[in-house]
């Protein structure tokens, strides 16, 4: 779960330095798709860890 919140926590981070750039900043626009893209992986790893059956103790 720390993981998840560490990986959303620096995307948001890469989203926010993205801004001052704007859409029209070809190097600057990557930091927004690179924070996008770990938001992402982190939803992922999160719906797939609910999916995975835990063993029974």
Not at 3 to 25: C, E, H, K, N, R
Not at 31 to 53: K, Y
């Amino acid at each position: 779960m720390f993981g998840q919140i560490l990986l959303a926590l620096v995307g948001i981070g890469l989203i926010f330095l993205s801004i001052p750039y704007g859409a029209t900043d070809g190097a600057g626009s990557w930091w927004g798709v690179l924070g996008g893209a770990l938001i992402v992986v982190g939803a992922v790893v999160v719906a797939i860890r609910r999916r995975r059956p835990r063993p029974e103790d």
